[in-house]
């Protein structure tokens, strides 16, 4: 255990003194703040406007953050051939990938805290209403994105090419949210072959529409539980397969 | 080496359980969100699809909704296009209330569109989303008579609105047609109304109905 929280913080402590990590998180920042100037252009609607926006553009950014540092994570260690370092050393395979997704999660959760707070301070400031529906949003990107973390990896894993990885992990994230559309798609055609093909997808694609609260159109209400229950088991296969795959690669 | 297979192996089947025990949740959520949806075809374009797809459906209609704000503002505007616009709006976020009152009444009331079809179709559409609200069939019932030319039921149903929700594109309606029924009747009580209107406007968000509140305050300053 304490082998994987040594590499989880010093995988934390990289990604904040990432030059290119720091400038998404300002720019970031920067457009969140600018949401204010929209108000002035959004007659009646200005918290609206103000709310839906400064969500998008939490979920984006870190996104964008999301997919370059766990895409490219195995990658870049094996070509820095830094991860030779690390797997010499009392480390297992499974420590060091447990240790590095754990290190990426928190830095996740990091980002949208302080974006979060920052655009919570924004909407108070602008007397906006704010209800609990603005916590379980943030919550839920936090969600999706820890999802990304661990398909980030796994593609990382698979890969050997930096750019496949970030666009299929980018892939998954779109398809993620379309995976009703998938559902009724495969419902729709005939051929036997596509059906198949499109309902496995649907079966082991995340399911980010369901995650994708800050999107619900009308209140429902939601057993939070099941649904952490759902990232968790997702998250829990998508790290074995991780496992399974970095085990048996040649580094 | 073993010991690693195992462990995943157990690990991998707790998942599994976890995620059959849910699955059936899931889908019933997934369904919920699918029904309260959009089910039209209007407003389907390849900006609202992706949208849609993407998961930005809010954000969309944010963007959309600023959008519809400054084309109208410009004035340059066919009524064609701010109806498409609002069609596009509901497409993404058919709750989204503001869009049917504004794009309604600015189709059907501003005198240089006067496109009643338009405005009844956009408020209907507005209706059946949202059919517990109540202001919308105030706006419905004010288009409707204006169509007539029925004055005295658009002010009924116009000034109820104005009773709770703030629009100044309304207001100045309201307060314009109150003018000119004094102009014609000569009747205090109307420019009185009017004057009251105006006095509200005064902080309208739009600057050129503050303007023109304040043009008309100074011109029938005496009642004010």
């Known amino acids: 255990m304490k082998q994987i929280i040594a590499i989880a913080k010093f995988t934390i402590k990289e990604n904040i003194s990432n030059r290119l990590f720091n400038a998404f998180i300002g720019f970031g920042l920067f457009i969140i703040m600018s949401t204010v100037f929209l108000k002035e252009i959004s007659l009646y609607e200005e918290s609206k406007v103000i709310y839906d926006s400064g969500l998008f553009l939490i979920e984006f950014f870190v996104l964008l953050i999301t997919i370059f540092t766990s895409a490219t994570l195995v990658l870049k260690e094996t070509k820095e051939k830094s991860i030779y370092l690390v797997l010499t050393k009392p480390v297992t395979r499974n420590m060091y990938i447990l240790g590095k997704v754990l290190g990426l999660i928190v830095t996740v959760f990091l980002n949208i805290a302080i974006m979060g707070g920052i655009l919570y301070g924004i909407l108070v400031w602008q007397k906006a209403q704010i209800s609990l529906e603005y916590m379980y949003s943030l919550i839920f990107i936090f969600y999706k994105l820890s999802l990304v973390v661990v398909i980030g990896v796994l593609f990382s894993v698979i890969s050997d090419s930096v750019i496949t990885a970030n666009m299929f992990t980018f892939s998954i994230y779109i398809l993620g949210h379309a995976i009703y559309e998938l559902k009724m798609l495969a419902d729709k055609i005939e051929n036997i072959v596509v059906k198949s093909i499109l309902e496995f997808l649907y079966r082991i694609l995340p399911n980010f529409r369901v995650l994708n609260y800050k999107d619900y159109l009308k209140h429902i209400d939601i057993d939070f539980g099941k649904i952490s229950l759902y990232v968790l088991g997702y998250l829990i296969i998508t790290m074995v397969i991780i496992n399974i795959v970095f085990n048996r690669k040649k580094i | ?224």
């Open chain 2, 1 to 224: 080496m073993l010991k690693s297979r195992i462990y995943n192996i157990i690990v991998g089947f707790m998942g599994i359980i976890i995620l059959i025990y849910v699955s059936s949740y899931m889908g019933n959520v997934e369904g919920e969100l699918y029904r309260m949806q959009y089910q039209g075809e209007e407003g389907k374009s390849p900006i609202t699809i992706n949208n849609k797809l993407m998961g930005f459906k809010k954000f969309g209609s944010s963007i959309l909704w600023i959008k519809q704000v400054l084309d109208v503002g410009s004035f340059d505007y066919k009524a064609e296009r701010i109806k498409e616009n609002s069609e596009k709006i509901s497409y993404l976020d058919p709750y989204f209330i503001s869009n049917y009152y504004f794009s309604g009444t600015v189709v059907a009331l501003i005198k240089s569109y006067s496109r009643y079809d338009y405005g009844f179709e956009i408020l209907k559409r507005g209706l059946k989303y949202n059919p517990d609200d109540k202001y919308i069939k105030n706006y419905l019932g004010g288009v409707a008579a204006a169509s007539k030319g029925d004055i005295e039921s658009l002010l009924i149903s116009f000034e109820s609105i104005l009773e709770d929700v703030r629009d100044d594109r309304l207001m100045n309606v309201v307060a314009y047609i109150y003018e000119e029924k004094y102009k014609k009747t000569k009747n205090k009580e109307y420019i009185k109304k009017a004057v009251y209107y105006w006095d509200k406007m005064q902080n309208a968000k739009e600057e050129l109905y503050q303007k023109r509140a304040l043009k008309k305050l100074d011109e029938y300053r005496k009642y004010n």
